[in-house]
């Protein structure tokens, strides 16, 4: 069982930065893709991005699409959501997920495809 724990969150102003990680233990991580979603007060936790087993394939929510940027450490068991030009809208408890790696599946963008969570980590964007 693959147990991971979501860290970097934190209070920044608006058009700043931060860097979430997660870390993972347990089974081969190279076996599972990787995907980040929020959840903000009042509302449905929704997919922002994912990540391939090998890193070479990427997908975005179109709503953070050229600000976040999400990656993968293999070697370290860790996957990374670099987010940049923050906005209060962003604000939101933050969790990574791992999905198991299938033949001839597409990158996973629902909560229904993911076999994993992080605990979750808060993010507030000041304005």
């Known amino acids: 069982q693959v147990q991971l724990v979501d860290s970097g969150g934190g209070l920044v102003q608006a058009g700043g930065s931060l860097r979430l990680s997660c870390a993972a233990s347990g089974p081969t991580f190279s076996n599972y893709n990787m995907g980040w979603f929020r959840q903000a007060p009042g509302k449905e936790r929704e997919f922002v991005a994912a990540?391939?087993?090998?890193?070479?394939?990427?997908n975005y929510a179109d709503s953070v699409k050229g600000r976040f940027t999400i990656s993968r450490d293999n070697a370290k068991s860790t996957a990374y959501l670099q987010m940049n030009t923050l906005k209060p809208e962003d604000t939101a408890v933050y969790y990574c997920?791992?999905?198991?790696?299938?033949?001839?599946?597409?990158?996973?963008?629902?909560?229904?495809?993911?076999?994993?969570w992080g605990q979750g980590t808060q993010v507030t964007i000041s304005s």
């Open positions: 990540i391939s087993w090998s890193g070479g394939g990427t």
């Open positions: 997920a791992a999905a198991r790696w299938r033949v001839g599946a597409g990158l996973p963008t629902t909560e229904r495809e993911y076999n994993y």
